[in-house]
């Protein structure tokens, strides 16, 4: 059956999935780019000065500072699984689920790697992932029952397979030799298929076969040329070498002759591995993402199709709500990007330039998509985590990038040629100097004054679904989206009180297999005169949804990933109780345990007096979000946790 309802696969718009649907599984993780040429791109360095700097006239920017940020990877799958409501009901998605980090997400941390531990091969032979990892192998089935999470099987976390699900060795790229003779020293060899080799003069060739290949032509040869006429197929499918023999006869149509070179290609995958672990795996949210300023980031998105709904033949794409994403190509929305085809993977690049809070979803009939599941967070953190220094030089030293650059007219930081304000600048300068230092501190934004110091962060997730949307969603009905009411109201994919339950919530689904399917816990955790960062994103696609703070004061200090100050370098901040959202808004709010510090300008200071401890609540105070459907409890609520 053809599939109608994914629109993005009629007309034009159907050429876009090609590219995807010729890859097949592969994941792509360099160790090194141009942007990153180091050897070692497994950590952040710290943060000295802009890589791309303006010169002393004109716009033109060479990569010429030092390197700054690391590469980090990431591979999700695009499927369906299921999810348990705090009545237990349990909910059929449209979902994303881990394909990397599995151990990260389950224990609620971003799933994003840097290279050496997203290239971590899994040894099948010994440690063959099994369905429901790592749900199957920490916490395995008893009968029909899996009873929480213990502090010891939470240990086997750490323990457990990280890298990337189904990475294998690469293979030498290889083609049947359809025709092999000599001239001479001169051998030509003709694959019976293009040599989509990579070949160039001077390339390294294995040539093997059987006993009716001549032992002269085989061994590591050397290309001489490559695209060569011949009388069978077109020059792309062959090339030459020399050898030391003469005389060697002509073979053609051999059964076993073969050539190949070392990879041109890597990221291979076992795909029995990726269906094993990626069917049915969808968490919800979607699996969470963290990456730093400058940094390059590389997902890949692995379509490994719907099980309760063979009929459907969606394709998948991510997209980066709001994000500033300099290529259209990368941004997920299909008219100008490409769709991933069941059975298929294509690896979105990114490169992170402003901090804040953002969300990505797929976007393929997007209400559809995100209704049922297929979206969750990404949050960049600041170059001025990095910063050891004083952080107003810092926040100067930064806009002589041009990327980055605020050119507030006055700050002495740029060029004069350059001084025109920008009202798109994302971190003016502030106008005191507060004298604040970095050094193994955490900011929510680059700030130049330290004013958003946080000790400790959490993403907040709000979200909310139909039931009776996903029902006939798994029941081949249409689905009715005028209709759609949202009656399950949720903070990182639960109701209260499975909000302050520390462990992944394991669901059912309808193979038998337990998935960690909903890993996020939300409970704020804050010592006595910590500062505790909520990165808040509304997922809805129908409803505003509001959270309300009793207790402890709520700062908003940022707002859609972008830093509360006007051009002239004042800050914006508010302090307030509650925060209402629409769908695809974002606030970075910061929750204080401190009454009184010492030093007002910088919050990183000692507090003299701390709050009381105790727990506190953080909730909707729309009344009717405080219920799973029917039932008149959960719904948005959590606990602030304020304790030694």
């Known amino acids: 059956m053809f599939n109608t309802r994914g629109w993005i696969a009629l007309g034009l718009l159907s050429a876009f999935a090609l590219p995807a649907m010729a890859q097949s599984f592969r994941v792509q993780c360099p160790t090194s780019t141009i942007t990153h040429p180091g050897a070692n791109n497994n950590s952040e360095p710290a943060y000295i000065g802009p890589t791309y700097t303006a010169p002393s006239t004109g716009y033109t920017v060479g990569k010429n500072g030092p390197v700054n940020g690391a590469i980090k990877c990431q591979q999700i799958s695009g499927g369906d699984g299921y999810a348990t409501m705090g009545d237990g009901t349990q909910t059929y998605l449209f979902s994303f689920g881990p394909l990397s980090g599995l151990a990260n997400i389950a224990s609620g941390q971003p799933g994003s790697l840097p290279p050496s531990a997203f290239n971590t091969r899994n040894d099948p032979t010994a440690n063959l992932l099994q369905p429901g990892d790592p749900a199957t192998t920490v916490a395995p089935v008893t009968g029909q029952f899996i009873p929480p999470l213990t502090g010891a099987q939470m240990s086997q976390l750490a323990g457990f397979y990280n890298g ?80 030391g023999t003469t005389g060697l006869a002509a073979v053609q149509a051999s059964p076993t002759a073969t050539a190949s070179i070392p ?41 490994v199709g719907m099980i309760m709904r063979p009929d459907l033949f969606e394709q998948h794409t991510v997209h980066f709500h709001g994000y500033p994403n300099a290529s259209a190509f990368y941004d997920g929305v299909p008219d100008a990007s490409v769709a991933i085809n069941i059975a298929a993977s294509f690896t979105y690049y990114y490169l992170a330039p402003d901090a804040g809070t953002y969300f990505w979803h797929c976007h393929i009939t997007p209400p559809e998509h995100l209704q049922m599941g297929m979206v969750g967070q990404l949050y960049v953190r600041p170059r001025q985590n990095r910063v050891t220094g004083a952080l107003y030089a810092a926040l100067q030293t930064q806009q002589r990038d041009l990327r980055t650059a605020c050119r507030r007219p006055g700050d002495g930081a740029i060029p004069a040629v350059t001084t025109d304000p920008d009202i798109l600048c994302s971190n003016p300068v502030p106008v005191v100097n507060t004298g604040a230092a970095g050094g193994g501190k955490t900011y929510a934004y680059n700030d130049g004054d330290g ?75 804050i010592a006595p005169g910590q500062r505790a960062l909520l990165r808040i994103s509304n997922l809805n696609v129908s409803e505003y949804q509001t959270l309300a703070s009793l207790g402890v004061p709520m700062q908003v200090v940022g707002y859609n990933a972008k830093l509360l100050r006007d051009q002239a370098g004042n800050n914006l901040y508010y302090t307030t109780n509650s925060i209402t959202l629409g769908g695809g808004e974002s606030l970075d709010v910061i929750l204080d345990s401190c009454a009184v510090r010492s030093v007002l300008t910088d919050p990183s200071s000692s507090c003299t007096t701390p709050m009381p401890t105790g727990t506190y609540y953080l909730y909707t105070p729309n009344l009717d979000h405080l219920s799973n459907d029917a039932e008149n409890f959960g719904g948005q609520m959590t606990e602030v946790r304020v304790a030694l």
């Open 164 to 243: 990337a699900v189904g990475l294998d060795y690469d293979v030498a790229n290889t083609v049947n030799i359809f025709d092999i003779s000599e001239t001479g020293n001169t051998v030509t060899a003709v694959a019976n298929s293009p040599l989509d080799l990579n070949l160039q003069p001077g390339a390294t060739v294995v040539i093997s076969g059987g006993a009716d290949l001549p032992a002269g032509y085989k061994g590591n040869v050397t290309v001489t040329a490559a695209n060569v006429p011949n009388a069978f197929f077109p020059p792309s499918f062959a090339f030459q070498y020399t050898v």
């Open 263 to 303: 990879k041109a290609i890597d990221g291979h995958v076992d795909a029995r591995q990726i269906m094993d672990v990626g069917v049915m795996n969808g968490n919800l949210p979607a699996p969470l993402m963290a990456i730093d300023e400058d940094d390059e980031f590389f997902l890949t998105l692995t379509n």
């Open 451 to 525: 004013s958003t110091y946080y000790d400790v962060d959490y993403p907040v997730q709000m979200h909310g679904f139909d039931p009776n949307f996903h029902f006939v969603g798994m029941t081949f009905n249409p689905e009715g989206f005028a209709d759609m009411k949202e009656k399950y109201f949720l903070l990182n994919g639960r109701s209260y009180p499975d909000t302050v339950n520390p462990d992944p919530l394991q669901t059912q689904s309808a193979d038998g297999v337990y998935h960690f399917s909903q890993p996020l816990p939300t409970i704020i955790k």
